[in-house]
């Protein structure tokens, strides 16, 4: 597996199990995270041919892979349990939303909760993302490993007491700034994966309260990314998340952590 990274201090980074480099050792004219989205999906340089020495992860800190994401893209109710859990009927075509670049954070947090008055019933969702390699449009199913840069996992927040007042109030729950946490790093597998048996956990406080695995997805990370394809043009860093095994309420002190086999967690504070 290869990770696109980038530090606290806005290095773009490239890694392995072993360690990172700086991005710009193995593709010395890229400035960001972003400039390699393309090269993913072929298959990125090993950092370990880069003139560079590695570092092991446990000595950098992290910041959003992608601190410019592009169009972010949520999707409703694409497992049954939690189309369940909302009592709601789980669509036959894809539940999708935007969400602003604003409302993006990274590992860390915080998740800052609105005032109470606005709202005081605020839900964290586990999410697994679906980045954007190369600019596409009307690309197939088996196509889409041909545009897909990597995944990466989130934290999806809604404020639900807004939305339950009126479906059609989803933009305002979702749109909050620090109502969706990128994770610390762009996994970039294999083309191909398998992706049935990965598992997508929403841990709060240390308790898992919500689990799943795409293979129980009504729509699969590749399926999104076509199908969003025939609406409209995808480009490099474009974030599509991919829907949530279930919410958990959350309150200021509590701490979130979103675990994706394979593709790793991350994690954030709540205040208010």
Do not use: W
């Not at 298959?43 to 601190?67: C, F, I, Q, T, W």
């Not at 199908?227 to 095994?245: A, K, Y």
Request: hydrophobic share 40%.
């Amino acid at each position: 597996m290869r990770y696109l990274a980038c530090t606290a201090t806005g290095v773009p980074q490239l890694g392995d199990d072993e360690g990172f480099v700086p991005l710009s050792a193995a593709y010395p004219d890229a400035t960001s995270v972003r400039d390699a989205l393309p090269e993913a999906p072929g298959g990125l340089v090993d950092p370990a041919e880069a003139p560079a020495g590695r570092v092991p992860r446990k000595n950098l800190s992290l910041g959003s892979v992608l601190p410019d994401p592009g169009k972010l893209f949520g999707i409703g109710l694409n497992y049954a349990e939690h189309a369940a859990d909302l009592s709601e009927e789980a669509p036959d075509e894809p539940a999708s939303f935007f969400k602003p670049s604003t409302a993006a954070t990274g590992p860390g947090g915080p998740i800052r909760l609105p005032p109470a008055d606005i709202s005081d019933r605020v839900t964290a969702e586990a999410e697994l993302a679906v980045v954007v390699g190369k600019t596409c449009r009307n690309v197939s199913v088996e196509e889409a490993d041909e545009v897909i840069a990597g995944y990466m996992p989130v934290i999806d927040m809604t404020a639900e007491d807004i939305l339950q007042r009126n479906p059609r109030f989803l933009t305002r729950s979702k749109s909050f700034d620090s109502f969706i946490v990128l994770g610390p790093h762009l996994a970039v597998p294999r083309p191909g994966m398998d992706l049935a048996d990965i598992e997508v956990r929403t841990v709060v406080n240390g308790e898992v309260t919500a689990r799943n695995v795409v293979d129980n997805m009504h729509f699969s990370p590749r399926e999104l990314v076509a199908f969003h394809s025939d609406v409209m043009t995808l480009e490099p860093g474009d974030v599509i998340s991919t829907g949530t095994p279930g919410a958990e309420p959350i309150d200021p002190g509590d701490h979130v952590r979103a675990e994706i086999d394979a593709f790793g967690a991350v994690e954030a504070d709540v205040v208010r």
